[in-house]
């Protein structure tokens, strides 16, 4: 994900311990993880809103064009009833 070497993570502790002191550092490292799960969550929150609103998107396709479900399902027959010869006596043909 971030791509960090040992020799980078050692950098980041040493300025970490240098800067925020020994004694601060774990209540700065319990900050900054509640920070990334709420980013986490936001964003989580904002790809399921996205999704929705596609699933929704595409279900108001079908309700505003009933000749487009028709034909997507048409074809849908056709390329079943080509592949196997087994079916062909199934469905009616048009």
Request: charged share 30%.
């Amino acid at each position: 994900m971030l791509d960090l070497g040992w020799q980078e993570l050692f950098l980041i502790s040493l300025v970490a311990i240098i800067v925020v002191s020994p004694k601060d550092l774990p209540a700065l490292i319990r900050s900054i993880t509640k920070w990334f799960k709420t980013i986490k969550s936001i964003v989580w929150t904002f790809q399921d809103s996205l999704e929705e609103i596609a699933r929704e998107t595409e279900l108001q396709k079908f309700r505003d064009e009933p000749k487009y479900f028709i034909e997507k399902s048409d074809g849908q027959v056709l390329v079943n009833k080509k592949a196997d010869p087994a079916n062909r006596n199934i469905l009616p043909d048009n």
